[in-house]
């Protein structure tokens, strides 16, 4: 079992409130670009409203109001200021005040010239005229007839096609055509201000039936072009024929070779004396879309006029008719052009702003996994669900007081703008085009928010999903950061440069556009676009915005792209978990894909599980390792074998290695760790750099994962068990793992409370951490890591390991960097620490391994050397004396002559420039020797300086490595 610390693990609850204090903590470090981030929105908007502001002036000007004129009304000489229609010029009669707009003939919509139906392979008719027509620009207009009775539907044409050239010439208004497009609202009807000419329907066209009519618009008069067009009326046998012509003959791109319109088509269906019904076909073709144009209308009056007119003939006669006078627009107020900037941008401004956090959420998530700041944690005893729980809500609360601050601060805004239609000149010939972008920040305050907060929270929940997701894949802050902005304005830009064009193609498949909306950037666009859209008609036609009501409109995709961000929200949240444990190296080891499985499995194992046969297979080998290291391995397999043992740590025969790369061999980091260690044992690991020492620290606390063997942590297995293990555990990383912006007792406080220390003997463990380690006086405690020297942050380092009463605790070079007077007050830190708890240590310094550790291992080439406690380690290596002389380059012989006079065994370890080192057995010489041979010598010729030494730790570290690398280098 293992042993709990005094205050035993914290519990979830406990976990949470730690990780959620250093947050807020952390929060309030860095409130200023906290608060810059949430009123980044707001600052968009200010200079949108500023920049609107300077535009709005510059179109108050004259030239873009209604037309005025300076009238003498009373002959005195004097006049005063009058406006209105009649006093514009044709680009300001769009924002005059229409208190009785103009009547407007009803006119057909006559397809132009060259998409007239004709006779084709697909339509072999042979009532339609032939195709060279198109050629000449004669082809005549034709109009579909159908019914029961035949009479009645031929009716519809001679209706209007009877009528004599000199009849329709003195109605012009009320039997006229046009081929050109609708607008938005009818105060000016646009075919009588572009350069097509109005049609005349007739049975037969005389040459020359074309000629030019004047027409009085406001203060201007101009020359209507007027054409004579051949009017055909075709019976078709039934409707499914007049469907299938209809069809076949629709607008289909830019390819005019398929163009095949009609006027129009009826279908009198069973219309009799005493019964009127009817259908009709209208050619919507030069309708704007339904998407850009809401409130666009259609040339159809006419159309319906015209089977009145044939039902009432078939009646009562030839001589009566229903007229239609003509059509109307509404009066309207005085407008002026306002440009809203943000109407302008729409859905892609407002997507950016959403997207925006996406990026600040990765990056800090990454910047955690960067600089291990999450496995330091984990190792400390944070479990993964308090750390996903606090961070997720942590970045919840912070996008929704963004969006908060956002929507509240832009229908304040939307409150103040007023709501304006405004006209503007295209670049047709006299061509208006009234457009309505009044609506601004009116977006928040016309649609509900109650459909708002619900759009918002779930994409947001989804947001942070794929945030935590995307942190999986990346290792570097400053490549998240790029792509993470890449993919904000990549996301932007292609739903308003790509996705909305199909949104608005009535002809492009429904399924597809919901295919696309899978793509989160594009859900969120089209949610923002269909907002835009309603508060766009809402404000126009003075009507409120979206309602929920509005989701049964299957047109508007809003229930679709609901339903598709809570699918991937409720997907993407556990894959991001799932990648996190089995992909992700922030978060320790790398689990098992199915790790899950192993919660429902039954524990069948013991404490310690027998070594596998495959693995004492390997003793020939082993066998070549020195004694003492042979030893070791022997005894921890015997201690596996013993279910009740005691020890703290026990490593079983641990491997790392690194596959090959470019052609290189496999890299053998560690070749079969055996290590067995009790409570109250420091055990120290020597070796050059590069021997293996941290990757082995590594595999046992959780930051990699063993290519072979394990370790027992308080008899629980690193593979299996290592977030048990990680509650009794401390750890003082080679590097320093702090958050620059949090104070050394802050630190310790979230530690401590990893660690179930609260109230009193948390405050208390604080307080004497900070003591031991010499940063309590003067306020150093309080001050931000950020600000500590190197060896200030590495003693808070070993406080924090040592925090908490850890069962286990692991130093990685804990002395790095500290001046002699900290490197001591440190050492007695550890030497108190180790009573009752086992430490693994590993260090440079010899003289730091002789005074902390009980047990001595020399590491190099990722295996022991050596084993053992330094007193026998120097006495197992260092039974020779070492003797050291300096003379003038000429005695060098006869210093080596006196030294082989001594000890005829005696080995040469150091020459250079007068200076020699022997090695002197300590079984052939006597001291007294040494001492009197050295006076003799100084009679004959000058020494310099001189020195006896016993042998030293260093002196055995040097001489094991040569040994092992000389070794190493025969083998190979």
Known sequence: MMADSSNGPASFLTQANALLRKNLTFQKRNLRTTVGLVAF????????VLIQTVVNKELFKSESRCGCTCIDKTGDGTCETVCGFEYSTLDQSGRCPFTSPAKWPALLQ??????????????????????????????????????SNRSLGEGASTSYLSLSLYFILLILFLYSGSDTGTRFVNFLEPAFFSDHP?????????????????????????????????????????????????FKGYRQGNEEKKINEIIAAYDFLNSNENTFNVSIWYNSTYKNDTRSN??????????????????LQFLRGAGVQMLVDFVKEMPKHETEIRLDFSSVLGAL??????????????????????????????????????????????????????????????????????????????????????????????????????????????????QISLAFLAATVFSNVKTATVLGYIGVFGSGLLGAFLFQSFIEDTSFSRNWIIVMEIFPGFSLYRMLYELGQYSFTGNYMGTEGMRWKDFSDRTNGMREVLIIIVVEWVIVFPVAYFCDQVMSSGSGVR???????????????????????????????????????????????????????????????????????DGNPQKYAVKGLSLALPRGECFGMLGPN??????????????????????????????????????????????????????GREHLLFYGRLKNLKGASLTQAVEESLKSVNLFHGGVGDKQAGKYSGGMKRRLS???????????????????????????????????????????????????AEVLCDRLGVFVNGSFQCIGNPKELKARYGGSYVFTITTSSSHEEEVENLVRRLSPNANKIYHLSGTQKFELPKEEIRIADVFGAVENAKSKFTIHAWALADTTLEDVFIKVTREAFEVCSSSS
């Open 41 to 48: 929105p707001v600052f968009l908007c200010l200079l949108l």
């Open 110 to 147: 006559v397809p132009g010239p060259k998409y007239r139906a004709v006779r084709t392979h697909l339509f072999p008719f042979m009532d339609l005229p032939d195709e060279s027509c198109k050629t000449t620009g004669s082809c005549p207009a034709s109009i579909l007839l159908t019914g």
């Open 198 to 246: 109005i049609y005349i329907l007739q049975p037969q066209c005389t040459p020359n039936s074309t000629f030019f009519t004047p027409i009085q618009i406001a203060s201007l008069t101009m020359q209507q072009e007027v054409t004579c067009v051949q009017g055909l009326h075709l019976w078709r046998d039934n409707s499914s024929v007049v469907n299938d012509e209809l």
């Open 294 to 311: 809401p409130l666009g209308f259609l040339r159809v009056p006419r159309s319906v006029n015209v089977a009145s007119n044939a039902y």
């Open 349 to 462: 401004f407002y997507s950016w702003v959403v997207l925006l956090l996406f990026p600040v959420i990765l990056t800090s998530l990454v910047y955690e996994k960067q600089r291990n700041l999450r496995i330091m944690m984990k190792m400390h005893g944070l479990g993964d669900g308090p750390y996903w729980m606090i961070s997720y809500a942590y970045f919840l609360s912070l996008s929704l007081i963004y969006i908060l601050c956002f929507v509240v601060f832009g229908s304040v805004i939307g409150k103040i703008l007023s709501t304006e239609l405004f006209c503007i000149r295209s670049s047709g010939f006299t061509d208006f085009i009234f457009i309505f972008l009044g609506t601004g920040l009116k977006f928040f305050t016309l649609n509900s928010y109650s459909i708002q907060f619900v759009f918002y929270f779930t994409y947001l929940n989804l």
């Open 591 to 661: 689990k098992h894909p199915l790790f899950f499985f192993r919660h429902f499995q039954k524990k069948s194992l013991p404490s310690f599980r027998r070594p596998s046969l495959q693995r004492q297979g390997s003793k020939v080998v082993l066998q070549m390792e020195k004694p003492d290291v042979f030893q070791e391995r022997e005894h921890v397999e015997q201690l596996l074998l013993e279910p009740g043992n005691s020890h703290a740590i026990i490593c079983d025969n641990l491997k790392k290695v690194y596959p090959g790369k």
């Open 690 to 743: 590069g021997s293996g020492k941290t990757s082995s620290i590594n595999m046992v606390i959780g930051l990699t994962t063993p290519t072979s063997g394990t370790a027992f942590i308080q008899g629980l297995d690193i593979h299996t068990d290592m977030d048990r293990i990680y509650s009794s555990m401390g750890v003082c990383p080679q590097h320093d793992l702090l958050w620059e912006s949090l104070t």
């Open 798 to 848: 070993v406080a924090i390991s040592l925090i908490g009463d850890p069962k286990v605790v692991f130093m990685d070079e804990p002395s790095t960097g500290l001046d002699p007077a900290s490197r001591n007050n440190l050492w007695n830190v550890v030497k108190h620490a180790k009573q009752n708890r086992a430490i693994i240590l590993t260090t440079h310094s010899m003289e730091e």
